[in-house]
T-cell receptor, first 115, second 113 residues
Framework: AQKVTQAQTEISVVEKEDVTLDCVYETRDTTYYLFWYKQPPSGELVFLIR??????QNEISGRYSWNFQKSTSSFNFTITASQVVDSAVYFCALSEEGGKNKLTFGTGTQLKVEL | EAQVTQNPRYLITVTGKKLTVTCSQNMNHEYMSWYRQDPGLGLRQIYY???????DKGDVPEGYKVSRKEKRNFPLILESPSPNQTSLYFC????????????FGEGSRLTVL
């Protein structure tokens, strides 16, 4: 069965610090997709990135970067020079190619960025 | 504008009073699903639909019903709500089965007293 673990329940940083959110996944499929979503205090879910299991290249988008390592089944998310607007709950999620149109979510990491 | 619309956004009701949360998408997506979000549990899938008249259970379907009579609509029905169904509910749609990005509605916060 697929599973996503986000061991960090809550992280607090001071603005401009770098922060890494950890995500570890389990799956038996060889083809799968990994996602990160952001949930700001307003409650909506904002899509950040999708990665397929055959693409281990790291990705950078502005202050955001993602490190996908199949060897450790991890898909970590780093925010560089954090800002107060980054304060949110971040969810890592997994879907399997043979699955039921389902995202399996981790329990989320609450990130608080303070001045 | 591409969007998934849920209604109501907020609802307080009492045990046993049937309610329906509507969901509509304007992207002509085949796949739609419902999730509930609870503290410490993340989001869990309730039901999903692969097309009109094709639905299936997700991980936590007990106490819920769905229907898909039209491609754009996927209502969630609570026939006899109970307090353990107090939660934040999200409807989602996607173009592809598992590869594509899910488009989420804004969420419906339901409280059952």
């Amino acid at each position: 069965a697929q599973k996503v673990t986000q061991a960090q329940t809550e992280i607090s940083v001071v603005e401009k610090e770098d922060v890494t959110l950890d995500c570890v996944y389990e799956t038996r499929d060889t083809t799968y997709y990994l996602f990160w979503y952001k949930q700001p205090p307003s409650g909506e879910l904002v899509f950040l990135i999708r990665r397929n299991s055959f693409d281990e290249q790291n990705e950078i988008s502005g202050r955001y970067s993602w490190n996908f390592q199949k060897s450790t089944s991890s898909f970590n998310f780093t925010i560089t020079a954090s800002q107060v607007v980054d304060s949110a709950v971040y969810f890592c999620a997994l879907s399997e190619e043979g699955g039921k149109n389902k995202l399996t979510f981790g329990t989320g990491t609450q990130l608080k960025v303070e001045l | 504008e591409a969007q998934v619309t849920q209604n109501p956004r907020y609802l307080i009701t009492v045990t046993g009073k049937k309610l329906t949360v509507t969901c509509s998408q304007n992207m002509n997506h085949e796949y739609m699903s419902w999730y509930r979000q609870d503290p410490g549990l993340g989001l869990r899938q309730i039901y999903y639909s692969m097309n009109v008249e094709v639905t299936d259970k997700g991980d936590v379907p007990e106490g819920y019903k769905v229907s898909r009579k039209e491609k754009r609509n996927f209502p969630l029905i609570l026939e006899s709500p109970s307090p353990n169904q107090t939660s934040l509910y999200f409807c989602a749609s996607s173009l592809n089965r598992n590869t594509g990005e899910l488009f989420f509605g804004e969420g419906s916060r339901l409280t059952v007293l």
